[in-house]
């Protein structure tokens, strides 16, 4: 009878505390809450937003100049480079094709992750 009863206890006590775990609370705030909050909140500090600067885009624009200009320089000095297709000024002119690719293509996912 003791094993009955203390069963029984045990179900009715897992009842409450099912009953008490599905009920949903009350959440109250008080009317002036959000006054007093933003009350309590410092004053808003204005950044400069927009114009921030950008320096790698600008570094990206004179790498770009700069190996121009050193490609121009290299064809008008050398012009017999790209004829031959080999040699130490062709396999600059290479390298510098490839980084103004590779920079031009940094610039192009950088502008179009901006704007």
């Known amino acids: 009878m003791?094993?009955?009863s203390t069963s029984g206890r045990q179900l009715e006590i897992e009842?409450?505390?099912i009953r008490a775990l599905e009920r949903r609370p009350e959440i109250a705030a008080p009317a002036e809450f959000a006054a007093r909050v933003a009350r309590a909140m410092p004053a808003k500090v204005h950044s400069r937003g927009a114009s921030r600067p950008m320096f790698?885009?600008?570094a990206g624009y004179l790498a770009v100049a700069a190996m121009m200009a050193v490609?121009?320089?290299?064809?008008?000095?050398?012009?017999?480079a790209?004829?031959?297709g080999r040699g130490f000024v062709f396999a600059v002119e290479l390298l510098l094709v490839?980084?103004?690719?590779?920079?031009?293509?940094?610039?192009?996912?950088?502008?179009?992750?901006?704007?």
């Open 15 to 17: 009842a409450k505390v």
């Open 71 to 80: 490609l121009l320089a290299l064809a008008w000095r050398h012009p017999a």
């Open 56 to 58: 790698g885009r600008v």
């Open 98 to 115: 490839a980084q103004l690719l590779a920079v031009g293509l940094w610039l192009g996912i950088k502008s179009d992750n901006q704007g």
């Open 2 to 4: 003791t094993e009955d």
């Open 82 to 84: 790209l004829e031959a």
